[in-house]
């Protein structure tokens, strides 16, 4: 009896994970970091052109991780985006009568992953940066990316959000919150119906917006 809802359990828990899209990832090579003109632009979400008033910091370095062959980068601006991923954990519990035959049981939990890209951008000229923000397979986009620089080794940063589903300016003009650098940005989509709005930043989530939505799917 106790075999047939023990299997009757894990059939469950099949069932939920398959329709969750799987177990959600918590390993950290998901983070990556990548150059801007490496990545494929016809399957991104969208190309950012950054015109900065004043140059930011331009000191390029990289080093390997010889463990998993990861690169990093430095030294120059990029822009970290975040993706999400719904799935399930199991946790063990007990049945039976306590302290005489306590019986293992899985208890499905439904948890959200995350995971950052680091995208370096293509230098075009001093002032001119160009941005690639990257699909990721398997994976939400939460529809938000930072843009982080350096002028004269002080950091600023500031927060996007896009979306693909409706349309309004993607050409903008726009002031950095901290050191208040003015910006001339300008996005393209591979839809015809795109937006890109500026928002407060998510502090200590770099990437996300101070008000975050649930993550949409599709990319």
Known sequence: MNNSLT????????????????????DGSTDREFL??????????????????????????????????????SGFPYIEVPYFQKGLDVDTGLTGLPYVLPIPYPVPKIETGRSTYKVFGQRLDELHYRFVVPSKSMWNSGHTFSLLFQRRERWDSITFRFNTQASCASTLKVITPDYGYPLSVSAKF??????????????????????????????
């Open 7 to 26: 299997g009757r359990g894990v059939l469950l828990l099949i069932g939920i994970a398959v329709s969750l899209g799987g177990c959600v990832t918590q």
């Open 36 to 73: 801007s003109e490496n990545l494929d632009v016809d399957k991104a979400l969208l190309t950012l052109d950054v015109a900065f008033a004043l140059a930011p910091d331009y000191k390029p370095s990289q080093s390997q991780f010889h463990r998993d062959d990861r690169i990093t980068y």
């Open 190 to 219: 591979k839809n015809q119906a795109s937006c890109l709005t500026v928002c407060d930043g998510r502090p200590g989530y770099s990437g996300e917006c101070a008000f975050q939505p649930p993550p949409t799917s599709g990319g």
